[in-house]
């Protein structure tokens, strides 16, 4: 039977009865954000809030595939009903896409596993921002723990800390000196270390720098922020090396964080930061059609007389945003 | 392209068919094309290809064939993606002699390329196929 003209709160109840070609469909609407993607995200809305999100970053080749194929074997083996969202970017240039990373995963998993590729389709943050609304349902038709495998990243893509529960940034041999890993950025963020390819030459390095960074963040108090100090893993991905001992210390992270309340604080930011990026582009597509002119009286007048110079930007600015709620 | 129409494309090689180099290059071509590419490569069987048609939400499947088992394989795939109840576009690259066109084509494959197909072809072959069962008209 084809899903095309079922109405969406119909596919819902088909992927909360275990339906995965309905809970496919459902992940398509949100990417697209269509017009149905707001009814699924009301349904999944109120059941979710349950499952434990992981999110796995790192540079490009680090091995957070395979790692994240490994992870989900041993989910599989403990009897979890497991999701992986793996991220990929999008051409820049024509919006397409090769998303290679299932084929990491396929051959490990569990057969309930599931695993949806998603490209980032413009966003720059690291993740797509479809991500929140698809984590979402995943969580409400029963999936726990969801894994979250963002684009190969650099130091500034941190979108991933805002979204997971428990942040694991993976580094690996030659990834610089001691100064890259006391650098702003991402590596402030993580709540796990995982040293990958560990069984090449450097990687005791790697850990002892980030040791060393991690000692500064105590001296510096950064580390009240979750009040636990990062663990870090040595795994080597390709043979399984480390990934149980990796698992112990996701979930050992997040007892923690749930003993301490940052658990609920942290969902509860996530939250709102969505509603600040769905108001954002609200007001960002206003602003849009407001100064493409026509749609709003007056307008062209306000902006002809900046063009003048009779009136600044600053007071253009001003009485155009007191009439935003008229579009 | 706009994510409405955004087209995702599983690719695969079925079985013991150890020739990934066109794979890859269509994988190449779709991706220039503005769709996204689901890239499964080597020794995949129909499980894992509905897996993906199901998880991804996959508009089409290309299949990849160079080891003469096209008669068998391709045919066996629309058949188990039928009984899936998955209306996806199963599309055959590789080689393919001639005789054996017309009988995929009445065996449910949904559009057969040649090592002589262009990269628009390519592109275009997925593009109706998908039109065909999304029910848009055919460009």
């Known amino acids: 039977m084809s899903l095309r003209g079922v109405p969406p709160a119909d596919i819902f109840d088909m992927a909360t009865g275990g339906e995965r070609r309905a809970l496919g469909r459902l992940i398509t609407f949100v990417e697209r954000d269509a017009a149905e993607a707001e009814v699924v995200a009301e349904l999944a809305h109120g059941r979710a809030g349950n499952a434990h999100v992981i999110g796995i970053t790192g540079s490009p080749g680090s091995g957070k595939s395979t790692l994240t194929g490994q992870l989900v074997k041993l989910l599989g083996e403990a009897g979890k009903r497991a999701a992986v969202l793996a991220v990929d970017p999008s051409s820049p240039l024509t919006g397409g896409a090769i998303l290679g990373d299932r084929v990491r995963m396929e051959d490990v998993a569990a057969p309930d596993t599931f695993i949806r590729s998603m490209a980032t389709r413009g966003h720059q943050g690291g993740l797509s921002l479809a991500v929140p609304g698809v984590v979402r349902l995943l969580d409400a038709t029963g999936y726990d723990p969801i894994v979250i495998e963002t684009v190969g990243v650099g130091q500034v893509e941190v979108d991933i800390a805002g979204t997971a529960d428990t942040t694991v940034v993976v580094a690996t041999p030659g990834m610089g000196d001691s100064v890259q890993a006391n650098k702003a950025g991402l590596l402030e963020l993580a709540d796990l270390f995982v040293v990958n390819k560990a069984d090449r030459p450097g990687a005791k390095d790697v850990r002892r720098d980030l040791d060393l960074m991690l000692d500064l963040s105590h001296v510096s108090g950064q580390d009240q922020r979750t009040g636990m100090r990062p663990e870090i893993i040595m795994t080597t991905a390709l043979s399984g090396e480390g990934a149980p001992e990796l698992w112990d210390a996701i979930e050992r992270h997040r007892d923690a964080i749930a003993g301490n309340g940052q658990l609920a604080l942290r969902r509860i930011n996530r939250d709102v930061e969505e509603v600040r990026n769905r108001l954002l582009a609200d007001l960002e597509g206003r602003v849009e059609t407001m100064l493409a002119g026509d749609s709003l009286a007056g307008v062209t007048q306000v902006l002809d007389q900046v063009a003048a110079r009779s009136l600044s930007p600053t007071a253009a600015a001003r009485d155009l945003a007191a009439r935003i709620s008229e579009l | ?139």
């Open chain 2, 1 to 139: 392209m706009d994510d409405q129409q955004q087209i995702r494309v599983v690719l695969a090689k079925l079985g013991f068919d150890g020739h990934d180099r066109g794979i890859k290059i269509v994988a190449r071509i779709l991706r220039d094309a503005g769709m996204e590419v689901i890239y499964l490569g080597l020794r995949q069987s129909y499980k894992n290809v509905i897996n993906a048609v199901e998880q991804e939400d996959a508009d089409a499947v290309g299949l990849s064939m160079h080891n003469a088992s096209h008669m068998t394989l391709a045919p066996k795939m629309v058949e188990a993606m039928a009984e899936a109840g998955l209306d996806v576009p199963v599309i055959v690259g590789g080689i393919v002699p001639d005789e054996d066109i017309e009988p995929l084509l009445e065996k449910g494959v949904a559009a057969i390329l040649g090592p002589g197909a262009s990269a628009e072809e390519v592109a275009q072959t997925v593009r109706d196929a998908v039109a065909v069962v999304r029910g848009e008209p055919a460009e």
